[in-house]
Antibody, heavy 122, light 108 residues
Framework: EVQLVESGGDLVQPGGSLRLSCAAS????????MTWVRQAPGKGLEWVAN????????YYVDAVKGRFTISRDDAKTSLFLEMTGLRAEDTAIYYC???????????????WGQGTLVTVSS | SYVLTQPPSVSVAPGQTARITCDGN??????VHWYQHKPGQAPVLIIY???ERPSGIPDRFSGSSSGDTATLSITRVEAGDEADYYC???????????FGGGTKLSVL
């Protein structure tokens, strides 16, 4: 079964740090671009960051650049998001997702996790 | 960079056809994908490459694209189709993804 399971979401104070994890199974993880997408309360989906299959490159939305770091461990088929300098506006459900440029769906996200909630508040 | 604009809400009676638009810029250099997102669940890919349907998605869902407008159509709408729908593109030059603001589909 294809599965992405996020963990690590928590309540954290402004300025704090948090590390999210996403455990993958049931598909060729090392072929996939992996992504974090978030949804703030009452808002729409927002792309956060991408990491290439070989981890050679990472990409970030401007709002998190310099504060968040996306990484992956292909041996453990896991994706991570290290978040520092957290702000109230980072409060959201964080989803991991992936796409395989060699597949029929190409750059569409054909795999999603259920999400993990991050709340930034004092 | 891309900016995708969707109507905030669309309402339709059961059995009718719902159409959700996604206005963008320069769609000729990319493809539009559509996702269905229900509360408490993971988003689901329902249309990719403007018009293609993943396996397991009912043929009541279809996509089209003309100029700088992509459209998701849902025929014979059912109560279970109530959800938020998002269009999305990949900016290959920057390797950034862009989502539309989302459209809440209500079944009257």
């Amino acid at each position: 079964e294809v599965q992405l399971v996020e963990s690590g979401g928590d309540l954290v104070q402004p300025g704090g740090s948090l590390r999210l994890s996403c455990a993958a199974s049931g598909f060729m993880f090392n072929f996939y671009w992996m992504t974090w997408v978030r949804q703030a309360p009452g808002k729409g989906l927002e792309w956060v960051a991408n990491v290439k299959p070989d981890a050679s490159d990472t990409y970030y939305v401007d709002a998190v650049k310099g504060r968040f770091t996306i990484s992956r461990d292909d041996a453990k088929t896991s994706l991570f998001l290290e978040m520092t300098g957290l702000r109230a506006e980072d409060t959201a459900i964080y989803y991991c997702a992936g796409f395989d440029l060699t597949s029929a769906t190409h750059d569409a996200f054909d795999i999603w996790g259920q999400g993990t909630l991050v709340t930034v508040s004092s | 960079s891309y900016v995708l604009t969707q109507p905030p809400s669309v309402s339709v009676a059961p059995g009718q056809t719902a159409r959700i638009t996604c206005d963008g810029n320069n769609f000729r250099s990319t493809s539009v994908h559509w996702y269905q997102h229900k509360p408490g669940q993971a988003p689901v890919l329902i249309i990719y490459y403007d018009t293609e349907r993943p396996s397991g998605i009912p043929d009541r869902f279809s996509g089209s694209s003309s100029g700088d407008t992509a459209t998701l159509s849902i025929t014979r709408v059912e109560a279970g189709d109530e959800a938020d729908y998002y269009c999305q593109v990949w900016d290959r030059d920057s390797a950034h993804q862009v989502f539309g603001g989302g459209t809440k589909l209500s079944v009257l």
